[in-house]
Structure formats: C-alpha cells, structure tokens
C-alpha cells in the first residue's frame, strides 16, 4: 500500500516538472501577449510596474528571460545523477543574481555587477567539484580505494603496535629467565 502511494506521489511530482518545462517555452514568449507601452501589469496576485524599463511589457520580457532559464537549471539541479551537478550552480547563481537585480534595482544597472557574486559561487563551487571529480578518477579510472588504503593503513598499523607489544613481551621472558 505504501509503495502506491509512493508511485503516485512521484508520479505526480514528475509530472508537474514535465508539464512545467514542455510549458516552459510558451511562458517564455507569454510576454508577446501583454499590452505594449504600459506603466503597469496588473495580476490576480501581484503588480508589475515599469521599474526603470521603457513600459511593463519590456520589464516582464526581461524577468522572464531570466526566470525561465532560472527555472530549467533548479530542474535540471534537482533531478541529475551525475557527479557533475554541482556546476550548475554556477549557472543557477548567474541567473538568480541577474533576476534579483532586475526585479530589485533599476534598469539601468542591471547585468553589471553580478559577475562579482558569480565569481564568489564559482570559487566554493569549482573546488567542491574538482575534488568530487578527483575521488571518482582514482577510484574508477586509477582503481584506488581511498577507504581500502584506510583499512590497510590501520591493519598495518595494528600489527606494528602488535610486533612492539610482543617484543617487549619476549624481552621481558629474557629478563624473567635471567632471574630466574
């Protein structure tokens, strides 16, 4: 019974995320249907104004053409397998930034100082990874086990200790038969 629901669920949710990127290049042109030269869109739950953009159609245009990219690379972000998905992020910062200054500052500025936060998410982003991509090469190309090595590290380390122990064990049986 819960694997159903289960199946449904992720069903559903699959769903929703096909529906959401087959719909995607509709809502990408949805911009061509609003009327031109206005100061103001108004929607059932919010308003949007020209901010520093020659009409509202313009304004929308721009948010859109940030927001759909935006949307495709947190699905693609989501549901990869690959050991290289933390790239994306990259891209999804660049996006992110450029959305938050547009919906936020004024048009004029707007594409220009970005590059400065995308540089700080690629610096964490890259080096996270270079060392994935590291593990995976000398594990699956060069054949090493890093958690082997471990293991062996400490099995060899166990019996140095061990070969100590008995030597002073032997050492003492000298001494004990000297007295003796």
Known sequence: MRSKKKIRKRFILEGLITLLIVLSPIMFYSYKYMPSDTESLDFIIFKIGTNGFADARTAVWFYLIKLIPLVLLIIWFVTSKQWWYHA???PISMYSFQLYSAIFESSQEVDENEVFYVIAVTMVVVPIVYFIRVKLVDKHVHGIDLDAMDT???ILKEKEE????????????KTLSKKV
């Not at 008995?166 to 003492?172: G, S």
Request: aromatic residues 0%; glycine residues 0%.
């Open 152 to 154: 062996e590290l400490q």
């Open 162 to 173: 061990l070969r100590k122990e008995r030597e002073k064990l032997e050492e003492r049986q």
């Open 88 to 90: 994306v992020l990259i």
